[in-house]
């Protein structure tokens, strides 16, 4: 498995931006994948890239709001987060799968997660 390292998590308040990063060696081979655990809550999907970077799914909750990109060239995917609500609290997750094709939402379809960084939002 491909061990990532996720970057960039910390404290702001609510209307603020932050940008995590999750650095992975061999990016080119998956596609990436952000997730997120808020305490006492199941882990949710919250956006994905296909290997080339044109094509991205996002969780509802967060359209419009967050990015996901990818630079291959720096092996580095990146989460662009604008707009944070309290409600975005939560430990994010990078992760990575080795499917061809698409962009799966599913947890399941990846099968490399990074250790979490967190991301706290105050009102």
């Known amino acids: 498995q491909v061990p990532l390292e996720e970057s960039g998590g910390g404290l702001v308040q609510a209307g603020g931006s932050l940008r995590l990063s999750c650095a992975a060696s061999?990016?080119?081979?998956?596609?990436m994948g952000w997730f997120r655990q808020a305490p006492g809550k199941e882990r949710e999907f919250v956006a994905a890239?296909?290997?080339?970077?044109?094509?991205?799914a996002y969780a509802d909750s967060v359209r419009g709001r967050f990015t996901i990109s990818r630079d291959n060239a720096k092996n580095t995917v990146y989460l662009q987060m604008n707009s944070l609500k309290p409600e975005d609290t939560a430990v994010y997750y990078c992760?990575?799968?080795?499917?061809?094709?698409?962009?799966?939402?599913?947890?399941?379809?990846?099968?490399?997660w990074g250790q979490g960084t967190q991301v706290t939002v105050s009102s």
């Open positions: 992760a990575a799968s080795l499917r061809r094709f698409g962009v799966p939402i599913q947890g399941r379809e990846y099968g490399a």
């Open positions: 890239i296909s290997l080339s970077g044109d094509t991205a």
């Open positions: 061999g990016l080119t081979r998956y596609i």
